[in-house]
């Protein structure tokens, strides 16, 4: 008899040539897991929050504080956390100086991932190279958002008194009314009145939700039995990314140690890891649910959400019916923003921009 091949051996062959999709696959479905916050990292950004509560204290123990003595009037600290292009600047330059009289009502800050630094188009403008703040690396489904918003707060409270309100924006955002009509509409005046300081009586605006199918999958994202005694079951909430916090909760936010202890540790279940949707709903759900409005200014649209994304809007779907639509909410006020659009939506928006957009 001829000896035939080993009848192994077309196995064997298979294998082999197998061997680099099976490597691919694996690789790509498991990623390697975001690096945590190193040490050095978390001191820095604790010298930064111990700076904004000195700060904070100082100016409200002196009565001359620069607020009182310049007579400046309340400001919105617009705070731009992203990732990736701020691909939205021309429509946002609008925003700010469609009206020059509002020059002195808001300031700008970005905190851009130092890997991907945005390039400025306009370097006089609004996101001129000294807005950005110190940035760290941002890494979805890790504390590194917390951390990132955290920043941008806490520069915002050191760099001007006169920031009264804190609004965290995407690079994905667009608005969807004027700046005065914002303006307006957080401070509680209309067009011919001027926006006083009874900063304890506003309220921020973070959606804060207790009934969620996925919550008890999030909660133990970090294992069971981990939160705990800090963060019970009962007090963990999910809500909106981007908010608009008064000062008051600005600075209870950056002056926050406790949750943080937990907040910060890695995930064990990525897929249910999204700490900056719990984490400042949670803690100030604990600590003042009533100066809270429960819900968010900024619109986003979870129908068939695919991994964790909302629907992303292009340029298909663009016409001034989405936006009035868009603006439509079941609260006391308006949508003022919305995500997430495609960076192509950029020129489609800028022509809508004066006749819908901006025309409340
Ligand atoms: C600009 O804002 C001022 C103050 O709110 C307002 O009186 C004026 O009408 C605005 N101008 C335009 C062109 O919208
Ligand atoms: C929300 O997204 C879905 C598709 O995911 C779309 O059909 C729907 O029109 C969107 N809703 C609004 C208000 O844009």
């Known amino acids: 008899m001829i000896s035939s091949p080993s009848p192994w051996l077309p196995t064997l062959i298979l294998l082999l040539l197998s061997l680099p999709i099976i490597i691919f696959f694996t690789s790509h479905i498991l990623p390697p897991p975001p690096p945590p916050i190193s040490l050095p990292d978390e001191l820095a950004d604790l010298a930064l929050f111990r700076r904004a509560a000195a700060v904070e204290s100082h100016s409200t123990r002196k009565p001359k504080s620069r607020l009182g003595s310049t007579n400046s009037k309340p400001k919105i600290a617009f705070m731009f956390l992203t990732n990736t292009d701020l691909q939205f600047a021309p429509l946002w330059e609008k925003f700010f100086n469609g009206n020059k009289s509002n020059r002195n009502l808001y300031n700008v800050y970005v905190h851009a991932d130092p890997t991907v630094r945005p390039e400025i188009k306009s370097p006089g403008g609004v996101f001129s190279q000294d807005r950005f703040i110190p940035a760290k690396e941002t890494h979805r489904g890790t504390a590194t958002l917390i951390a990132a918003a955290r920043r941008l707060i806490a520069t915002a409270i050191i760099d001007d008194p006169a920031n009264q309100f804190f609004t965290l924006i995407s690079q994905h955002c667009i608005p969807l009314h004027s700046f005065q009509f914002l303006y307006n509409t957080?401070?509680?005046?209309?067009?011919?009145?001027?926006?006083?300081?009874?900063?304890?009586?506003?309220k921020s605006f973070i959606e804060i939700i207790s009934q969620d199918p996925n919550l008890w999958d999030r909660y133990t994202a970090r294992g069971d039995g981990v939160m705990v005694p800090e963060v019970?079951?009962?007090?963990?909430?999910?809500?909106?990314?981007?908010?608009?916090?008064?000062?008051?909760?600005?600075?209870?936010?950056?002056?926050?140690?406790?949750?943080w202890k937990k907040f910060k540790l890695p995930c064990l279940k990525p897929q249910s890891c999204y700490p900056e949707e719990h984490y400042f709903p949670t803690f100030l759900s604990i600590e003042d649910r009533k100066g809270c409005a429960g819900y968010t200014l900024t619109r986003v649209n979870?129908?068939?959400?695919?991994?964790?994304?909302?629907?992303?809007?292009?340029?298909?779907?663009?016409?001034?019916?989405?936006?009035?639509?868009?603006?439509?909410?079941?609260?006391?006020?308006?949508?003022?923003?919305?995500?997430?659009f495609s960076p192509d939506c950029l020129n489609p928006l800028m022509d809508m921009a004066d006749g819908v957009i901006f025309r409340d």
């Open 302 to 340: 979870w129908t068939d959400s695919v991994n964790g994304h909302p629907h992303t809007y292009y340029p298909s779907e663009l016409s001034p019916e989405l936006i009035y639509n868009l603006r439509r909410s079941n609260f006391v006020q308006p949508y003022m923003f919305a995500r997430k």
């Open 232 to 259: 019970k079951f009962e007090s963990f909430r999910v809500g909106s990314q981007f908010f608009t916090l008064t000062r008051q909760h600005a600075l209870m936010v950056v002056n926050e140690r406790r949750l």
């Open 186 to 202: 957080l401070f509680e005046i209309n067009s011919h009145q001027v926006a006083e300081l009874k900063h304890l009586k506003y």
